[in-house]
Structure formats: structure tokens, C-alpha cells
């Protein structure tokens, strides 16, 4: 009786975690989808380069810092994702890509759906070690690209932050991915500005969030074949 | 008190007879009171008994005692911290990288302790007080309500790992998947990167010394191909599952066994 007791309370409480952080997405035919789009601006940017202290013959001295790319005001690399998208659009099949080349993952930034898969390449003649967090703290996957050319795919298992460093010695490596619960989200581009398409119209939170000038939620209504417009400003 | 707590489960067992099948609110109601009550209060009093000094008493690895200091052999000094059961993240794992841990796992590392640290065996704690002791340690990270934990690997032992011929292929593997590059050319770790290494709460991480003494994963040979396999989470030792395959991580296996010199 106490196992049966004890299984009756784990179904309850499996059926609550489940059901509360996210729903499962579903992809479906969008009838009159609106868009959205703007430009994030803000500052202040950072240009500069980092300091290479290991393999130099194959990293070079220096490599660009990527955290602060801000032109004119225009912020490059903001990911802004639209929240609370249950059902809509299909999602991108082809699998997310990290590359270790020239001791820079690139990109810096990206967005990816939950569910989706990356690919982890190492296009160096060296070790790259690609150690990934999500929530700032938690080891998401922890892998070793010891030759050039290796390939390691992995499983986006959760919606977060992920933010990746190298453990081969490269202190200077980091890149940003924004795992969404949707494929609703956009990464702004060398002008700040991002579009989001195939939107089921209705009213949303959007979220538009900076690695070093932080984040803003804005809400925004869409309406059917129309483009919404949303300019945020970000500020450290 | 051991005893009351039997008695007190043995009640359960009486009370949910019954009331079974009148609601689902009894039932929970009855196991919370009877069942996982009596369990969860087993729990903390072992974990205050001896866990706490070492871990905290919220699990935060700031127990009383703190950090402990170790010598290594050649009078190398390193540093061994209680683990933070509030980051819900585990070392020495079956399952794969940035999973959590199985029970087995977890009931491994305290039944045996761990070498090297201060993490002692426990091999005369009772059954029902570890497995107490587990429920009370997975909650005070949320990582336990919100993931599941991962599923152990498979670990076949081929004939000819810790032989001298796998030892030899498992050289050039090492030199090749650049394990010397924390580790050191001839497993003393002290490889190149080593000034760098930190684990995820910002520590020194100091790579194994394989002529050093104990293995902290265990010391069989399929405890040295799983922590190859699935990494070390919270330090820098990486995963090898996806980047080498199952053959060349037991010739490893093998030369490793030969830098601790168990291999002629
Ligand atoms: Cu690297």
C-alpha cells in the first residue's frame, strides 16, 4: 500500500512539473502571420581584442572582442525572443553549429530551439574543449575536440542561457546560446536590427536580451499580415 | 530510534490499507504523514550526523570543517572541497556528461568514500539510512524536481584492455587526443594548460597525477573507462564518448594503468 501511495504521489507530482515550466511546442499551419521588427540600440560598446596566452602560432596575438559590438548605437548580437508561443511555425530542422575556428567560437551569439540539435566543430589544428553551461552554473555537456575537423553533435535538451568557454587553456573563448521554448526569436544583426516571421497574431512579451548591456521586456500585439514594430534601447 | 521508525511505517502500512481507494488526497496525505515523513526525518538525522560537518547544513559544502587540505606524493600540496549539493552538479557519474547522476552512482561514492579527498567510506551505514540520506541530499538543489537522471552507460570489457599491446595504442591516443595537454606528457598533470584549470565554482582544478595514488572515480579498470566516457562535471575533464571511440577509450583505459604501473 505505502508503494502504491508513494507512486500515486510521484504521478502527481510528475504530472505538475511536467505540465507547469513548458508546454511541448506544436507545429502548425500559420493562418494570416504578422511579423515583427525593429532595431535594439544602446551602449556603451566595447571594441577592442583579447589577449591570446596559449597556441599563439595558430590564434594569432590577439582576437576581437565580441562582447560590446555596438555601431552608431546599433547593438549587434541582441537576441530578442517572442514568449508564450505554444503552437505556430515549424521549426528549423538543420542543427545549430558551434565552430572552434582560429581559437573563436563562432558565432559569438546564436539562438536555437529547444529540442534542436548542435553540431560542436573544430576547424583548429590544436585541442579545443568545449565546456557548456545553461543557467549560468549548470554543465549542460562537457566535450573534447582534440584534432581538427572533429565533429560532436549534441542534443539541446533544455530552454535557458547557455554559455560555453573552452577548458583546453583558450580563458579568452566564450559563446552565448539562447535556447527558446519556440522558434519565435532573431538575433540582431551588424545594423541592430532583427525580424521575426510567421507570427500567430495576438499580444506577447517580448524579451530582448544583451550579454553585457543587459535585458528589456517589452510587450507588443501583432496583427494579422502585418509587421509589428519594436525598437528597444539596452543600457548597462 | 531506529525502531520508532520502523513502527511508525509499520502504522503506514495499516493506515493506507484502509483508506485505500477513497481519495487521492487521503492517500497522499497518508504516505506524506506515515511513509516519506518517517523517511525524510531519517534523512536529516543522518545527514547531521555525518554529512553536515563537512557539507553544511544547507549543503552548501561550507560545513564546519571547510576546506581540507591534502599532500600528494612529491609534495605537491592541492585543496579538496566538501561538495555543494546546491548546485545539483556530481562528479563521478555513469550517465553522460551534464546529466545527473543515477542512485547507484550516488550511493557508490558514499558507500566507498572517495581517495584522496575527505570524503570517507561508509560501508557500515545501514541500507535504509543511505538511502534516507539520498532524498535529503537531492533536495536541497530544485535540479532533482526539475531534470531526470541520466541512464548509465554501457561498460563491456574487452579482453585485451590492460594489456601491453592496448597500452601502446592507447599512447598514441593519448598523444593525440591531447591528454597530456592538462595532464602531462607522462601523466604527472602537469601538462601546459594546468595554470588555467578551474572547476565551476571558480577553484583551482588540479588534473590527476596517475603516479600519484588513488583514482577519486573508483579503482577498477571500468571505473577509469567510465570517467573517460562521461567526464568529471564540474571541472574541466570533458567528456571522450563523442570524440573517441569505445576501443581507442579502453587502450587509454590501458595506458593509464600503465603511467599507475599496473602494466609490464
Ligand atoms: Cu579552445
Known amino acids: 500500500m505505502k508503494n502504491a501511495s508513494r507512486f500515486t504521489m510521484g504521478a502527481i507530482a510528475a504530472l505538475f512539473l511536467t505540465a507547469s515550466p513548458a508546454l511541448a511546442y506544436e507545429a502548425a499551419e500559420v493562418k494570416d502571420g504578422g511579423s515583427l521588427s525593429g532595431t535594439v540600440t544602446g551602449g556603451p560598446g566595447k571594441a577592442g581584442t583579447l589577449k591570446v596566452t596559449k597556441n599563439e602560432d595558430v590564434c594569432g596575438k590577439t582576437v576581437a572582442d565580441e562582447s560590446g559590438k555596438v555601431k552608431e548605437n546599433k547593438i549587434e548580437g541582441a537576441v530578442v525572443t517572442i514568449q508564450g508561443i505554444a503552437k505556430g511555425k515549424k521549426a ?50 562537457n566535450v573534447a575536440l582534440p584534432t581538427k575537423g572533429q565533429k560532436v553533435t549534441k542534443d539541446l535538451k533544455k530552454a535557458g542561457l547557455m554559455d560555453v568557454k573552452c577548458d583546453a587553456g583558450h580563458t579568452w573563448m566564450k559563446a552565448w546560446i539562447v535556447v527558446h521554448d519556440s522558434p519565435y526569436y532573431a538575433v540582431t544583426d551588424a545594423k541592430g536590427s532583427f525580424k521575426i516571421d510567421n507570427v500567430p497574431p495576438g499580444k506577447y512579451k517580448v524579451k530582448v536580451w544583451h550579454e553585457t548591456l543587459g535585458e528589456t521586456e517589452k510587450e507588443v500585439t501583432i496583427a494579422a499580415k502585418a509587421d509589428a514594430k519594436l525598437d528597444a534601447a539596452l543600457k548597462k | 530510534m531506529r525502531s520508532i521508525a520502523k513502527r511508525e511505517r509499520g502504522r503506514g502500512v495499516c493506515l493506507g490499507l484502509g483508506i485505500a481507494g477513497i481519495t487521492v488526497w487521503t492517500l497522499f496525505a497518508g504516505a506524506d504523514a506515515f511513509g516519506a515523513g518517517s ?19 544547507k549543503g552548501d559544502g561550507k560545513g564546519l570543517v571547510g576546506i581540507i587540505h591534502r599532500v600528494e606524493k612529491r609534495g605537491l600540496t592541492w585543496v579538496s572541497y566538501p561538495r555543494d549539493f546546491t548546485a545539483g552538479i556530481f562528479k563521478f557519474r555513469s550517465t553522460m556528461t551534464g546529466e545527473l547522476p543515477t542512485d547507484a552512482d550516488l550511493e557508490r561514492v558514499i558507500r566507498n568514500g572517495i581517495p584522496r579527498s575527505g570524503m570517507p567510506s561508509h560501508i557500515d551505514v545501514p541500507a535504509n539510512e543511505i538511502k ?15 531534470d531526470k537522471p541520466g541512464k548509465s552507460i554501457a561498460i563491456k570489457k574487452p579482453a585485451e584492455a590492460g594489456s601491453s599491446a592496448s597500452a601502446a595504442k592507447g599512447e598514441k591516443i593519448w598523444k593525440d587526443m591531447k591528454c597530456w595537454e592538462c595532464h602531462g606528457e607522462k601523466g604527472l598533470g602537469d601538462g601546459p594548460s594546468v595554470a588555467t584549470l578551474k572547476d565551476d565554482w571558480g577553484d583551482p582544478s588540479v588534473p590527476f597525477d596517475f603516479t600519484s595514488g588513488a583514482l577519486k572515480g573508483g579503482p577498477d579498470i571500468e571505473d577509469i573507462y567510465r570517467t573517460f566516457t562521461t567526464g568529471v562535471d564540474g571541472t574541466p575533464m570533458p567528456s571522450y564518448a563523442d570524440s573517441l571511440g569505445e576501443a581507442d577509450r579502453w587502450h587509454l583505459v590501458s595506458y593509464s594503468l600503465k603511467m599507475m604501473g599496473k602494466v609490464k
Open chain 2, 39 to 57: 523517511e525524510a526525518d531519517l534523512g536529516k538525522k543522518v545527514y547531521a550526523s555525518r554529512c553536515g560537518i563537512c557539507h553544511g547544513d
Open chain 2, 132 to 146: 534516507a540520506v539520498m532524498a535529503y541530499i537531492k533536495a536541497f538543489s530544485p535540479r532533482w524536481k526539475q
Open chain 1, 92 to 141: 528549423d530542422t538543420k542543427p545549430a553549429v558551434l565552430d572552434n575556428a582560429q581559437c573563436v567560437f563562432h558565432p559569438h551569439v546564436q539562438a536555437a530551439m529547444v529540442g534542436s540539435k548542435i553540431d560542436i566543430l573544430n576547424s583548429d589544428p590544436i585541442l579545443h574543449n568545449s565546456h557548456a553551461y545553461i543557467g549560468g552554473k549548470i554543465t549542460t555537456f
